[in-house]
């Protein structure tokens, strides 16, 4: 069984640098992306933050493979897709028809995976092969590279883990940046479906746009102490996350920054009173 183990894990890294090895080298290291994915509509529908999607996916250098953790992704332990082909999931009701027929058939890469869940220390990563691609990833992925031909993976959030662990975790996915693959966390910094505001579709509440702020100046300042420890900050950080699925793929990629990183903010607005569409892209 040993010997079993011992090879498959050499093939897997042999297949991993092959794949790598037969497209071009990256120049530099790959950037991150938090992205505030919002309302699945943003996948169709032509507007500000999609179109900064789509210009993201000119500006940065192509990515051999994306690796997205995505706030639908919510599961017991870690899991990796690793399938060849990933479904396109639609995980969510009351859209239009025309949001329920998109597909994205982006390939996915075993080899990558397994290479990926090697990395990982700090738990088993288990080789997933019924999940696909989630909204979080394919309605911000889909407007990037939108003929799907790059390999996409989802790498999925242990619910019963702290955000400490969370941005500890991230921190073993670093050499893949090196290796050409873009690792993008998808949720929202503020997301509170309970309270939303349809009479305020480009607003926030005052508490939002507090929180939020505060939220930026830590990231801007590298200060990720109070964003992993987020329920010191007050009430306004316990109303935008009441549940931290949204919010923890943010500290994925802080964790994986940098220290000489530059960091910057981009769609920075607030919808519904209680969604944060601001993201943040991290440059080595």
């Not at 969510?92 to 397994?114: H, I, S």
Request: proline content about 6%.
């Amino acid at each position: 069984m040993f010997t079993q183990v011992n090879t498959e894990s050499m093939n897997s890294i042999k297949a991993f640098e092959k794949f790598t090895n037969t497209l071009p080298e990256q120049e530099h290291t790959m950037p991150l992306l938090f992205i505030g994915h919002g309302s699945p509509m943003n996948g169709i529908e032509d507007n500000e933050f999609s179109h900064k999607w789509e210009q993201l996916g000119k500006e940065i250098p192509r990515p051999k493979a994306v690796l997205c953790i995505s706030a639908h992704w919510f599961t017991k332990g870690t899991h990796i897709t690793a399938m060849e082909n990933p479904q396109t999931i639609h995980d969510f009701g009351g859209f239009p028809k025309a949001l329920f027929d998109v597909q994205y058939p982006a390939p996915g890469n075993p080899a990558l995976a397994k290479e990926a869940a090697q990395l990982i220390h700090k738990t088993t990563v288990g080789l997933d092969h019924e999940w696909g691609l989630d909204h979080g990833t394919w309605s911000v992925v889909k407007r990037m590279y939108p003929e799907a031909t790059i390999p996409v993976l989802q790498l999925s959030i242990d619910y019963t883990k702290g955000p400490q662990y969370h941005y500890e975790l991230a921190k073993e996915l670093e050499s893949l940046r090196k290796k050409g693959v873009l690792i993008i966390g998808s949720g929202n910094m503020v997301h509170n479906l309970r309270i939303l505001d349809w009479q305020r579709p480009t607003t926030g509440y005052d508490w939002a746009v507090d929180i939020n702020e505060k939220f930026k100046e830590a990231i801007l300042s590298n200060n990720h102490t109070p964003l992993i420890n987020f329920e010191s900050l007050g009430q306004g950080a316990k109303l935008s996350i009441p549940t931290p699925e949204h919010y923890l793929p943010l500290l994925y990629i802080l964790g994986l920054k940098g220290g000489k990183d530059k960091v910057s903010i981009f769609n920075d607005k607030l919808a519904m009173g209680s969604i944060s569409m601001t993201s943040v892209k991290i440059d080595a």
